[in-house]
């Protein structure tokens, strides 16, 4: 089992910036790939973006290309969201989660575990 616990959101202006933590508690960390998705109200659930368990390679849903930034450290057990450049539409609850796989994916049913979601408002 894998325990993940999001942190680092809140209310920041458009333009602004925020960074996510996710650190993990439980199995080996570096083995697993990380994603971050997100949900605003009313929506489905959608990939923002993914690491590789080495960190090497990374994936981003099109829409936070050049904004958000994933990085992970494994010595602390810890992957991050660095976000930038905010906008209204990144408004929105934020999840990470694990991949048994190693392998980052856009897909949510390839993970195993997800933590509880970290709330994210951007003002206008």
């Known amino acids: 089992q894998v325990q993940l616990v999001e942190s680092g959101g809140g209310l920041v202006q458009a333009g602004g910036s925020l960074r996510l933590s996710c650190t993990a508690s439980g199995r080996t960390f570096g083995n697993y790939a990380m994603g971050w998705f997100r949900q605003a109200p009313g929506k489905e659930r959608e990939f923002v973006a993914a690491?590789?368990?080495?960190?090497?390679?990374?994936y981003y849903v099109d829409s936070v290309k050049g904004r958000f930034t994933i990085s992970r450290d494994n010595a602390k057990n810890t992957v991050y969201l660095q976000m930038n450049s905010l906008k209204s539409e990144d408004t929105a609850v934020y999840y990470c989660?694990?991949?048994?796989?190693?392998?980052?994916?856009?897909?949510?049913?390839?993970?195993?575990?997800w933590g509880q979601g970290t709330q994210v408002t951007v003002s206008s």
């Open positions: 989660a694990a991949d048994r796989s190693a392998r980052p994916s856009e897909s949510s049913t390839r993970y195993d575990y």
């Open positions: 690491i590789s368990w080495v960190g090497l390679t990374t």
